[in-house]
């Protein structure tokens, strides 16, 4: 951590800022400049944050963090990749895996038929919404634990596990029964008492970044699932919120490799929800594979005219198979080339 | 609502159109044009969302909602100001209210030496945090039940009622036994199931608008816990995320005249945590004020460079002092020019 | 055009409305709503600006275009990809097309030992920038017309046709004279002035989107060019500015589908500046290919450690011919799937 | 400035690189950490640009720039604020500056009308556009040359000097001959050629904040003029690009305090062009003068339904009048409490 001193501050406070720092077991070190000093602070500095350095002292101009501050969840002290296991479905570590199913759970003929037709195209695993985040209170919340049912049975019916959302900690313990991954929703990414509950499972999570997080901030997301004991925590990139209108929101696809520089997790991808229109759904899947992502999670309706919630951005099935198809050739040429799962920085030492 | 056609939709796809919608009780106009035709909803279609309608037909290019989707919030249907009563204290319709104290509660010590100070200085509540959101799970998480017994016995000495935040639905019933007003955090601005709950509190609610919410999402979040039952919420604007790097985050200024044009609510600012640095919060706390907001919610701390939280950002309670004096000399004169708090639109029928 | 206007508009407004865009051949279809009445514009609204209608009256509360406001860049009257022929190098059309070079000219043996690795790797066209637009009025402008000198050798050497920065109307002759295709930067999407100019030459332009600019602005600046007579404009997405930090700038990999559903025009994409560095070029650049573009524009430099500007997001070139090699095979995969670069609106008609 | 080496660097990297420094005339000093270690660059940095430094080694994961890269622009070395002249009018240094007019010159009766008006309700100086930068090349582009002599007219009739926007270097001589500050708007702030051509003159310029430019970058491109010789620049915030959809820019109120700290140079707001509609100009005014702004430039036209450009955020003089009379109110309050011009920073010596 590096604290840059204002013009003129007096050398007694700098002193002051040492002692105390030194007495938290870091050791200082001091550069003096003609105009701005700069205290280099040396140490476990990643468990201080930048609020609680700031506040030290009037005379500190800015502070500016070297080390990320996440542990856990970061590269540097577990360089490997880790793999996640969902009832033998493997997320991450070169393996590309597919999420599909429709956003909502609307009835137990939409989900059978939709989860066997994704099954064949190979995905993985099915997603579906039984609590349904909606920013309007009038639109439909989801069928609840009724559809928590509908997900188990179709579950009980292809083999594949299921990914449901989870909005808030009192239902954690209920929806944990019924699937198999729960995820957290980019508005919950800092809904921190939903983290620690998650956190105390022994579930694998679907972790999505929040529409205006960074990524920094995504990671330390994970790094509180992680502190309360689970491990195993999949980020999700779907989009952030920019000044363009044409798009619902714009895919960070240089975030994909910016995570797999500074985390071990995996990196999936929607491009239901970053795009809002379902024609953009396959460039940006196929984009997110060649960039690097470990998989997808895709919208897919039979009968995308009659969904309840978000049918504009979903894929019919038989678009859903030819998307699978491209994508599957992309990642496996790519893999010939370059190993398209191993972080450069990895690979070659971050030089080059 | 005016739904945009794709150029060369068929002619019975806009009759299929027409049908569906007229048969949920709304009237269709169409407008037929060389490349692209509208159809005009008119009626109740407050209650649709855009997703919904985008989902009715693959040969919908736009939709482009007329009337904005909240109803209780609305100044449309109450064109008078809503005054909140906090134990005496009025929020709203031209009164001017502060609402000061420490970022967080750390001891019993600190909170009744800056409570008196700000209640001195003209405060009429007293703000604390005793569940702290923080980014790291490592950080302070706040001294939670103890930190509200302390705030309950600040409001028994100095008669000030108390804000706190609240971060999830579990804890609404124990925190809402201590304290006055409820505040949702930017974080939590759509955490549902926490509007939900306190919607169904009898105590006022102060809703901070999330870091990348735009206006009309705030304003629905506000209709979320209205629709449960509580009318008395209190918006606040505390800065949105930009790619400015200089200020923690950027003070929407123009939200203040927005909001009052669209919603009868009340409108706080938060100029600390707008800023993230003491010396700014003059300054964009008196333009809040000149821009016509009801109040201000302010960070004070005796000692602000041993807190535990958000220290920088601090004002100690001389500045505090001078701060409101300053204010209230805004609010004054303002008041004989053109009645501040009355959002042009209302006073002027919005005309030129 | 749909104009919304405010609730209470008296008829008669609406009527001196009505009577004012029908006198310019404008069809008008109003459609009135409890709340809000709307009037419907049909005929050739596109050189109708929003500002311009939103002074006609008091009463509008909103303006809202249907038709985009471009007509020569548009698709809907031009529905085959433009294909620019640059000496005999095609863009556009199904063509896959590599720009690289050096960010700066620095000397004649720079040029020539990069362009003749970057010749040998596949690259179509040399870039070099021999006027610089630098943020530091202190930094290294560019070696000027010495610059442009040496280009022209590296042509007759190579012969690549060469792409420049053009910075400022006065130049246009010259840098013409002596290079093939006009780059305008994008801090310079909406210098008007040099749009105009380079409208009135014959050379192809490659466009870069501003930094904030929407996609809509850009296809807005390539018709400002087109309106001057020259129809061979390449559009180039370079990242969008956001919040982010951790990349330079965010490249919004969906602008690729976007515009090529709204404009005829080809589309690159610049790896290099939407990263900042290095190692994020070769994730980006696949991504762009996967996701539909035209070609590339890659920073090569055989030195990097020695650059006189952004080195640090330069290739090496043996790390550029992995990343043509693995491009490649990613453009030749997808075209047996699905034509990649067909839109899909314009393939299956939009439909589901 | 701070370069932070990569985890693994390795010594002789650092002495490499320490020497390089060292040549350069800077003393460079070490900071080992576990993980990372960092070398503190003391000495002239101003004119390194990160770029240059980034490029020196592939062992460099971030570079931190502690002293801001403008000198002559830079409050640290001229603390006192800079008062610029303009015929008389003096902007800066606690002087409150009103300049007003219509968006575009449209004709003699038009400018003369509103010049009067304007002028007996204090404005300082008159603005009004010969030349307009237009997003359509569509759209009515001004009276130019005819526009100026009209301009100059008004001059001699009112004694207002004349503010006018320059778009394009080759107008430079000729606009200069007419007017009296030169104005490069929004989309010119980094037209590099642009700002060197007015560097050169001894016309006072008014640079308007570009959309999407940092405060960093607005003062780097009063630096660029100001290294060409000409000291007198007038910043204008106008609005920055956000997500927010509701008003056309969102004027960034700390930006005003922000400069102020930074730089020695005057501050005027533009609310016109921040809101977009006329009915928030006079609360975003009122809020600019609170916040400590030098002065305002609005827009006034007196039949604004008429208007070319920009009508809907036009003032009517009457409403001019009353804003004029607020803000003057709010400033003299202001002066009162606590000296409203002299940022709290420099005042204070920046402490609590």
Known sequence: MVIVMKP???????????KKFESMGLSVHPTIGENYSILGLVGDTQLL???????????????????HPFKLASRLFHPEDSVIDVEGVKIGGGNLTFIAGPC???????????????????????????????????????LQEEGLQILKEAKEKTGMPIVTEIITPDLVELVADYVDVLQVGARNMQNFSLLRTVGQTNKPILLKRGMSATIEELIMAAEYIMSEGNPNVILCERGIRTFETYTRNTLDISAIPAIKELCHLPVIVDPSHAAGRWHMVEPLAKAAIAAGADGLIVEVHHKPDEALSDGAQSLKPEKFNRLI??????????EDVHHRHVPAQVRDNGLR
């Open 8 to 18: 003129g501050a007096p050398q007694s406070e700098m002193e002051k800022l040492s």
């Open 49 to 67: 944050t930048e609020s609680e350095v700031a506040a030290s002292s009037s005379y500190i101009d800015r502070i500016i963090r070297v080390q």
């Open 104 to 142: 909502a759970v609307e009835s137990r003929d939409q989900v059978f038929a939709i989860a066997e037709q994704v099954k064949a195209s190979g995905a993985h695993m099915l997603r579906g919404g039984a609590y349904k985040p909606r920013t309007s209170p009038y639109s439909f919340q989801g």
């Open 325 to 334: 198809s491209a994508v599957r050739q992309i990642a496996a040429i790519d």
